[in-house]
């Protein structure tokens, strides 16, 4: 099978998860992802849609001949509180907005996708209506590299132990090149 994108335009669409169609296939990208994927946590984002902003991150179906056909290759999240930085931290009136559950469906994965929606969510997040023109920073949380490069059972050897399939890369170290600091 031939990959149909060599570098795809990408854009955000709100998640409407009071859609049905909508919940199950997020519960579906989720389950891929491997992490918050159980009922209770999605049912908690569904009731806190103010505070969990997701996105689906839709690129145009080239193989389709009908307009306007979307694909959604994965999703991103814009959330209003991040309570990850110390209250000495932040200056009085610094809205606190951090980017959650980003995540690239395997197919559409190294093309770029994931790079273009955190910028896209960036610009997001300096403008009304999900983010804030005052908005100086952007928290997250990413799995440490020495997940990835630290060979200790409690580190890399943790994939093992828990069965799940050790990463190709290092997460840390991607936010890293696209301006993060730890
Ligand atoms: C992390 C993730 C979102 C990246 O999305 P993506 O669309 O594949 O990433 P991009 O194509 O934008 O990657 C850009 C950079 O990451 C690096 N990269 C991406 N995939 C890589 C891979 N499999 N191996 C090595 N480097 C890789 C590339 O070097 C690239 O940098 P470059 O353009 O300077 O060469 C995606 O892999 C994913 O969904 N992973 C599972 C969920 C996850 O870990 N989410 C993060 C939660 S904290």
């Given at each position: 099978?031939q990959?149909?994108?060599?570098s795809p ?17 997020l519960?579906?990208q989720?389950?891929i992802c491997?992490?918050e994927?159980?009922l209770?946590?999605l ?11 997701l996105?689906w991150?839709?690129i145009?179906d ?14 991103i999240s814009l ?9 000495s931290?932040?200056?009085s009136?610094?809205p ?7 995540f690239?469906m ?18 997001m997040a300096?403008?009304?209506?999900f983010?804030d023109?005052n ?8 799995l440490?590299?020495?997940y990835?490069y630290?060979?200790?059972?409690e580190?890399?050897g943790?994939w ?5 399939e ?9 936010y ?7």
């Open positions: 099978m990959k149909q994108y060599s335009k990408c854009q955000l669409e709100p998640v409407d998860l009071n859609d049905a169609s909508q919940f199950n296939e519960r579906d989720r389950i491997g992490w994927s159980d209770q946590t049912r908690g984002w569904q009731d806190k849609a103010d505070l969990k902003r996105f991150i839709t145009l080239n193989s389709s001949h009908a307009e306007d056909k979307y694909i959604r290759a994965g999703h959330d209003a509180s991040s309570s990850l930085l110390d209250e931290d932040i200056s009136g610094d606190e907005l951090s980017i959650n559950s980003v690239i395997p197919y559409y994965r190294s093309l770029g996708l994931g790079k273009r929606a955190v910028r896209l969510v960036e610009n300096a403008t009304e209506p983010g023109p908005c100086r920073f952007l928290t997250l949380t990413a440490s590299k020495r990835f630290d060979d200790a059972p580190w890399s943790l093992e132990k828990i069965g799940m050790r990463p190709s890369f290092s997460v840390q170290e991607w890293e090149k696209l301006g993060y600091v730890s």
